[in-house]
C-alpha cells in the first residue's frame, strides 16, 4: 500500500492549488493521499473533481478550528473517521490532525501537520501531548504521516520525541531524497516524515521533489509547494 502525504502550503486561506500537484500524484499512483496546511473550501471542488477521476472517490477533511489550516486525505479505499483526535494545547494541533481507519486495507492513517511554534516551551508541550497520543496506539497497525517540523537526528523537542520512539521499537524511516523543504534563502530541512507502529512491518519512503525535468518544490507557480510530497510504501496485511 503506497501512501503520500504533501504541505500544500495554504497557510490560513484558500489558496490556488500550484504547479503539476494532480500529475504528480498520478505519477506516483498511491492508494491514499493526505494533504496538510490544506484550507478547504468552494475552490476546491475542481481538486475533487480531478481526485475522483484518479479513483480517490473517499475523501475525509479535518474540522476547520478558528483561522487553522486542515488536513485531507483521499482513498480509493472506503474511509472510516477513527478515534484520536490531535494535541489540544492550541486548537491549531486539533484542526492539524485527522485520524481514518482503512478496512479494507487493515491499517490507520493519521494524516498531520505539527504547527511551526516559534518557543521551546510550545514545542515541548505540543510534543508531549503528541508523543502520548502516537504511544496509545502502539498496538495498532498505525501510520501518522506529514509535516512534523521535526527530524529525529535533530536535538529539538520533537526531534527528541522522535528519537525516543524509534528507540522503542517504531518506525521513523529516513526518507531517500536531499530535503523536505526548501526556503527562498537556499536554506533547507528534513522535517516530513511517517511514524509507524512496531506491529505495522518494515516501511520505505522516499521525497518527490522533481517530476520529470521540473522541480516540485520552492516559490512560483510551476512549484507545488515549499514541501516535497513524501511517499510511503506498507507492507501488506
Known sequence: MRLLAWNLGHQTKERPIRGPLVEAIQFVSPDVVSFNEFVDGPSRRELRRDLAKLGFTHVAVSERIETNN????????????????????????????????????????????????DRTADKKAYWSELDGIIRSAGDRRVVFIGDLNADPAATTPGGKVLSALIAD????????????????????????FAVAA?????????????????????????RVSAHAAIVVDLPSS
Open 70 to 117: 486542515q488536513v485531507l486525505i483521499a482513498s480509493h479505499f472506503p474511509l472510516e473517521l477513527g478515534d484520536l483526535l490531535g494535541p489540544t494545547y492550541t486548537s491549531a494541533g486539533r484542526s492539524n490532525f485527522l485520524h481514518v481507519r482503512i478496512p479494507d486495507a487493515s491499517v490507520e492513517v493519521v494524516g498531520m501537520r505539527t504547527p511551526a511554534y
Open 198 to 222: 512496531p506491529g505495522l512491518g518494515f516501511m520505505t519512503a522516499t521525497y518527490l521533489e522533481v517530476l520529470g525535468n521540473r522541480p516540485l518544490v520552492g516559490s512560483g507557480r510551476t
Open 169 to 192: 521499537g517504531w518506525q521513523v524511516p529516513q526518507p531517500s531524497g536531499a530535503a523536505s523543504w526548501r526556503g527562498k534563502n537556499g536554506k533547507s530541512s528534513r522535517i516530513d
